[in-house]
Every structure is written in C-alpha cells, then in structure tokens.
C-alpha cells in the first residue's frame, strides 16, 4: 500500500489551495523548500563531523 498516491497529492494541493488561496501558495512552497535544502545541509554537516574529541577522559576513565 503506498503512502501517498498521486490521488492523495491532488487531494492535499486541492484544500491547500482553498485554505491558503492561489496568491500564497508560491511562498508556502518556496518556504517549505528552503526549509526543506536548510534540513538537509544540516543532516550533512552533522554527519561529516565526527566526535574524534578523545582528549577528555569519559567518566568510567576517570573512576579507575
């Protein structure tokens, strides 16, 4: 069973429409594409960075 069906997306742009009118909803998508790139530029440098930080001692460490 798929999630969203090109039924389910007519749909959803349907009351988007008559909720936000045809004059809002360019901005609506632009925002929700920078938000979009924004997250995923994020998740990238989140993942390049690597906690190779071993120069404090854990808790354990410190106990022996």
Avoid: C, W
């Avoid at 909720?19 to 997250?39: A, S």
């Avoid at 994020?42 to 190779?52: I, L, N, Q, V, Y």
């Amino acid at each position: 069973m798929d999630l969203l069906t090109p039924v389910h997306l007519v749909i959803i742009l349907a009351i988007a429409l008559l909720l936000f009118g045809p004059k809002r909803l360019p901005e609506i998508g632009q925002g929700l594409g920078k938000t979009i790139r924004e997250f995923r530029n994020a998740m990238k440098e989140g993942a390049d960075e690597k906690p190779s930080d071993k120069s404090t001692p854990s808790h354990e460490e410190q106990a022996h």
